[in-house]
Each structure stands twice: as C-alpha cells, then as structure tokens.
C-alpha cells in the first residue's frame, strides 16, 4: 500500500491550502486514515484523523476551527482543508493510514503509533 500526498506549497499568513492524500496498492478494506506533521526540531504532532465512514473525526487542539479533514472513498483519496493558515503551522504534513478501519473511539487514533503504512510527506510553508 502506497500513499502519496500533495497540495504543499507556499501560501501568507491568513490564507489557505488543500492537500490531497491518495492511496494505491493491492486491493483491500479501507482504512482509518490521518494527517500528521513535523515542524523543523519538533516531535511530530497529530493534525486530524478521520475513520472509515467518514463519519468520526478528531482535531488536535492547535488547528481545530480552522482545519477540514474528509475523504472521498470512490477516489480512495482524503484531504485536509487549511483554512486561517498561520506561521506556526509550517511543517513537513503527513498522510497516514492503518491497516484496518478504527476499533476504538476515535481519539485513540492521536498516536502515530496506530498507523501502519505513511506517505512521504509534503511541505507547507507560512510566511508572516
């Protein structure tokens, strides 16, 4: 299973941005899926999980209000809508999936820990 994220970019303070995660691979259930970034010389922190259904999401505090996680499963690609952009939110951002769709309440899906397979990464930068 492969993901591939895009839609990274340089965008102004206040703007925003769409990035798109797209999965590919052998044929198999869906997945619980999420979005994580790193900031440079930080630990990588949790951005927004989303399950299977489409129907449970979950926010890190930092972005909630301003972030929109969804996914189309036809397409087999999620996306995260950045509205309200700010510096603070420049960071290398992650899609990530796991293997299954999520067992457990949706807030247990905050730990990195919990997905199995990750894109490469792409690069949001925020200027001041």
């Known amino acids: 299973v492969q993901l591939q994220a895009s839609g990274g970019g340089l965008v102004q303070a206040g703007g925003s941005l769409r990035l798109s995660c797209t999965t590919s691979?052998?044929?198999?259930?869906?997945?619980?899926m999420g979005w994580f970034r790193q900031a440079p010389g930080k630990e990588r922190e949790f951005v927004a999980a989303?399950?299977?259904?489409?129907?449970?999401?979950n926010y890190g505090d930092s972005v909630k209000g301003r972030f929109t996680i969804s996914r189309d499963n036809a397409k087999n690609t999620m996306y995260l809508q950045m509205n309200s952009l700010k510096p603070e939110d420049t960071a290398v951002y992650y899609c990530?999936?796991?293997?299954?769709?999520?067992?457990?309440?949706?807030?247990?899906?905050?730990?990195?820990?919990?997905?199995?397979?990750w894109g490469q990464g792409t690069l949001v930068t925020v200027s001041s």
């Open positions: 990530a999936a796991d293997r299954e769709c999520f067992r457990y309440s949706i807030t247990y899906y905050a730990r990195s820990s919990e997905y199995h397979y």
């Open positions: 691979g052998p044929t198999r259930s869906r997945s619980g």
């Open positions: 989303i399950s299977c259904s489409g129907y449970r999401l």
